[in-house]
């Protein structure tokens, strides 16, 4: 089954608006939490990630909001722009070297 | 891109040929994974290697083989390849990204088989 589950599939925002892409697990154990960001024909590249101990990370327009007893985390791209338009994968994982587990992705479009 | 090559980037093949995929790294990483990408199921894992001859099944293994006889080469194999086989197929290391490791991605290999 699939151990991280994410939403939307799709998502189209317009330019300067707020992007939100959603993630849920169960799995208590896992305690690393990594976005990736994906454009076509390129494999995916590490955005931002972050651990339980926090609620809240945020690098630039791109924030984490971690909320452990609920089981979710959520990516929030503020001021959205056409070059965020990309797939964003969730993951999650629990050790060193340990599996990372994705979830199925979500496809953004940024219209201009 | 954290030294990842992949290779090819492209193949098309037919059904029941065996084809082998390379992922060759540069910087001495333990741990290394092969993943494939498929329309609603995201990233899932094949086979990963903790070390030189060290490999562990992931999530979709059937089908699959690997080989790591070298630190830097993860080699793939399908022994006969199939239509459902048909995917884009990732590489990734595990490597110290601040306190936790974490997986860097090759370029990706497109493999059609018809």
């Known amino acids: 089954q699939q151990q991280v589950k994410q939403s939307p599939q799709s998502l189209i925002v317009q330019k300067g608006g707020i992007s939100i892409i959603n993630c849920a697990y169960e799995?208590?154990?896992?305690?690393?939490f990594p976005w990736y960001q994906q454009f076509p024909g390129k494999g995916p590249a590490l955005l931002i990630a972050?651990?339980?101990?926090?609620s809240e990370k945020k690098e630039g327009r791109f924030t984490i909001s971690f909320n452990k007893s609920a089981k979710q985390f959520s990516l929030h791209i503020m001021d959205s722009q056409p070059g965020d338009s990309a797939t964003y994968f969730c993951a999650a994982s629990t050790g060193t070297g340990n599996q990372f587990y994705f979830g199925t992705g979500t496809s953004l479009t940024v219209i201009p | 891109d954290a030294g990842i090559t992949q290779s090819p980037r492209h193949k098309v093949t037919e059904t029941g040929t065996p084809v082998t995929l390379r992922c060759h790294q540069t910087e001495n990483h333990r741990y290394m994974y092969w993943y494939r990408q498929d329309p609603g199921h995201g990233l899932r894992l094949i086979h990963y290697s903790y070390g030189v001859k060290d490999t562990d099944k992931g999530e979709v293994s059937d089908g699959y083989s690997v080989s790591r006889s070298k630190t830097e080469d993860f080699l793939l194999t399908l022994e006969s390849a199939t239509s459902s086989q048909t995917s884009v197929y990732f590489c990734a290391i595990s490597e110290l990204a601040g306190v936790r490791d974490t997986q860097y991605f090759g370029p990706g290999t497109r493999l059609t088989v018809l």
């Open positions: 972050i651990r339980p101990d926090v």
């Open positions: 799995n208590t154990a896992f305690d690393y």
